[in-house]
């Protein structure tokens, strides 16, 4: 449990008054620290949510003998779900007149300090940082050295497209999978090939970052922001830091053969055109949730509402049009970017709202709304894994019904896409033709307005 200290004294003071309140959430820092304009970002708490929710759906920890379940396609998992953070985080920094992030470097110092102004419900504050720190060796964790002894033999297997087992033997990672073994070691997870040889890079320097204002554990300071899920994002080293991951991860996508054009067509099919139904356009909202579980309770003395009230981008919904040529004689089943559907022969329309969009969720409830709706789960035997007979891409039927599985895959574990995350643009492109070459391929640039009085 973690407060933000004003509005936590606040929640208690209605607590303890017994007046019911709505608290303004302020983001952290000041207006004389540049970072503050994406505060929104890395504060957001549904992107909190989000993050946390993955590491708990995905578990380095997961042990796959002792719970009878494998977690399919998890160090992969971990690479998209981190990368897609890193590259919007960039976006939003380029809207706000800020450079992209720069990754993080063990050899130099960590530029930005943090003062995340929230505290542990027991247990104080969370630690601060001042900016320029010299990253210090940090007892009982790691030295520096480790960790650039590890990244080294990390991409020393990238180099050679290979890692090696316990064992000794040889696990190439020249191929689609090749990013599953490469996550689960650079996480890394329980089911890294080597973690005695490969370490754990990227969890170790959460510790390493987190801990760098009380290195030698002299002022018996709490873990820092970037020790726990719920937290990381606050700051800009949780970014600084995958970057570095992010990169690495490039390294190895990029020593992959380009995709050919047999693998990116769908003969007789053509997209015709793609149109939108209206500007897009996002804003601020207030988001406001609920503090009842966060106070101290007791029977004697009665619940009051406490609630907290925060600004949250959000952005306005829109539709697009998509008009498909199927030449075939038959119909086709087609992945468009990113959902399945039927083709029928001849001329198709569809139209997809941007609620549907694999990568969308509505705003996750409060505890409060779940205590008096008790939100009814959906029925996970629908989503239960059949074979099916697509030629690349799905893995289930039915997945032109579904949707949000993009980050996290069905309910029963399996992930319904057979091609690697980001497909087709994972891998690097050589020559843009190859993608004008394709009919099944069409691009149209779009333009994002950020509407500030809405
Ligand atoms: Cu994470």
């Not at 994406?38 to 002792?66: C, K, S």
């Not at 450079?99 to 247990?123: C, Q, R, S």
């Amino acid at each position: 449990m973690l407060i933000l200290t004003t509005t936590g004294y606040l929640a208690y003071k209605a607590k303890m008054t017994q007046t019911a309140a709505k608290i303004r959430s302020h983001f952290t820092g000041s207006k004389s620290n540049p970072e503050q304009r994406v505060a929104y970002f890395g504060e957001d708490i549904g992107m909190n949510t989000r993050h946390v929710t993955w590491h708990l759906e995905f578990p380095f920890w997961w042990d796959d003998a002792h719970e009878d379940h494998h977690i399919e396609r998890k160090g992969e998992s971990f690479f998209w779900v981190h990368h897609q953070l890193t590259v919007r985080f960039d976006a939003e920094r380029l809207s706000n007149y800020l450079d992209p992030v720069n990754e993080l470097h063990w050899d130099y110092v960590i530029y930005e300090g943090f003062a995340p102004h929230t505290m542990y419900k027991y247990g104080g504050y969370f630690p601060s940082r001042p900016d320029n720190v010299k990253f210090e060796d940090v007892d009982g964790v790691a030295c520096v050295r480790d960790m650039l002894i590890l990244e080294s033999r990390i991409r020393d297997a990238i180099a050679h497209g290979y890692f090696t087992g316990r064992d000794g033997s040889v696990i190439s990672i020249r191929d689609s999978n090749g990013i599953n073994i490469l996550g689960d070691v650079i996480e890394s997870s329980t089911y890294s090939t080597n973690p005695e040889y490969y370490g754990s890079l990227h969890n170790t320097a959460h510790v390493m970052l987190g801990r760098q204002g009380d290195p030698h554990g002299k002022f018996a300071l709490p873990p820092g922001v970037l020790e726990r899920f719920e937290t990381a994002t606050r700051g800009l080293a949780f970014f600084r830091l995958h970057k570095y991951i992010d990169n690495i991860f490039r390294e190895h996508k990029d020593n992959l053969p380009p995709y050919t054009k047999e693998e990116l067509e769908l003969p007789g099919v053509s997209i015709d055109s793609i149109t939108i139904s209206n500007r897009l356009e996002t804003h601020f909202e207030d988001l406001k949730y609920s503090f009842i579980d966060a106070v101290d309770d007791t029977t004697e003395v009665q619940d009051v509402a406490v609630n907290a009230v925060v600004s949250h981008l959000m952005y306005n919904e829109f539709i697009i049009d998509i008009h498909i040529t199927n030449k075939n004689d038959h119909r086709v089943m087609a992945t468009l970017d990113k959902f399945w559907t039927k083709l029928a022969r001849g001329s198709n329309k569809i139209t997809r709202s941007s609620t549907q969009a694999g990568v969308i969720v509505p705003d996750v409830p409060s505890f409060q709304t779940l205590m008096d709706t008790r939100l009814r789960l959906s029925d996970p035997q629908k989503l239960r894994k059949r074979p099916w007979t697509a030629k690349h891409d799905g893995a289930i039927e039915g997945l032109h019904e579904s949707t949000a599985f993009n980050q996290c895959g069905c309910y029963d574990g399996t992930y319904p896409d057979n091609q690697p995350h980001g497909y087709p643009l994972d891998r690097h492109v050589d020559d843009k033709r190859i993608f004008t070459g394709v009919s099944n391929f069409k691009v149209e640039d779009v333009k994002v307005f950020h509407m500030e009085d809405n």
